[in-house]
């Protein structure tokens, strides 16, 4: 068997790898690129199933009336946590404004969803996690980074038990 | 042989460098906006924004397409240009 001597000159780790030194850093940016461009495909990916799964399967609204305790469970201002298994299990807040003034907001925070809890001294509901305050009565942010009022849910009180529904303005106790 | 090609290349050695940082900035900025799109999305979904959920697919899409249009011009592998 006959080798000629160029190819004997040619070590076999360079024919395992014939890629030059140079070319091997050049092909790499093309490839970053083609990478950054991958991500970017991904990114719409990921926005067009969140668009798709928001319009395909909208949350529900809270279906019936929830018994949630007795009226004399809750003294005036102070509160009760409660969750309302469904779908999801979202916690709750019952607080106890004044003589037969009741509010139910959902307990995460708008922020980030820290839990957030009722400070009576202030009438105020405030988020620890970064000074957060939110209206008692309507859920509105008062003060602070959350960007949107507590979601709400309508209590009613019959025969001295505590019932909440989903929030329309008409049906609140005030 | 010399042609124009070869010649232009000549002159401005790092053409190709220059349009090769251009284009990865330029798809840093789409995936950076779409980045900031997808937070939006995911924050305005928890409370039933649709319609913005809606105009950020979109938009991230276009940018997505935008971003593809881009890898058309990226310069030939050295290898390749230099066998041509
Ligand atoms: S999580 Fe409530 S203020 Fe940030």
């Known amino acids: 068997m006959a080798y000629n001597s160029k190819e004997k000159e040619t070590p076999n780790w360079k024919k395992d790898f014939p890629v030059k030194k140079d070319e091997a850093t050049h092909v790499s940016r093309r490839e970053f690129a083609k990478f950054l461009c991958l991500l970017s495909g991904g990114m719409a990916l990921g926005n067009g199933i969140i668009a798709i799964k928001s319009f395909a399967f909208p949350s529900k609204e809270l279906e019936g009336e929830h018994f949630i305790c007795n009226t004399s469970d809750v003294a005036i201002g102070q509160t009760k946590e409660f969750i309302i298994e469904g779908e999801k299990n979202i916690p709750y807040l019952l607080i106890h404004l004044s003589e037969g003034k009741w509010?139910?907001?959902?307990?995460?925070?708008?922020?980030?969803?820290c839990?957030?809890?009722?400070?009576?001294?202030?009438?105020?509901?405030?988020?620890?996690?970064?000074?957060?305050?939110?209206?008692?009565?309507?859920?509105?942010?008062?003060?602070?980074?959350?960007?949107?009022?507590?979601?709400?849910?309508s209590v009613h009180i019959k025969n001295e038990k505590v019932y909440v529904s989903a929030y329309k303005e008409s049906k609140t106790i005030s | 042989m010399s042609d124009f090609r070869e010649a232009q290349n000549q002159a401005h050695p790092n053409k190709t460098n220059t349009l090769m940082v251009g284009i990865i900035f330029l798809l840093i900025g789409i995936v950076g906006i779409q980045i900031w799109l997808l937070y939006g999305t995911l924050n305005n979904a928890l409370s039933e924004n649709q319609g913005f959920a809606l105009a950020a697919a979109i938009g991230s899409f276009v940018f997505f397409f935008l971003a593809l249009f881009l890898l058309k011009y990226l310069p030939d592998a050295r290898g390749k240009s230099r066998r041509n």
Request: charged content about 20%; overall charge positive.
């Open chain 1, 103 to 113: 509010r139910a907001f959902e307990q995460k925070c708008t922020h980030l969803s």
């Open chain 1, 115 to 153: 839990a957030v809890r009722y400070n009576a001294e202030i009438n105020k509901i405030e988020c620890p996690c970064h000074k957060g305050f939110f209206d008692a009565d309507t859920g509105t942010v008062l003060a602070g980074p959350p960007p949107r009022p507590l979601p709400q849910l």
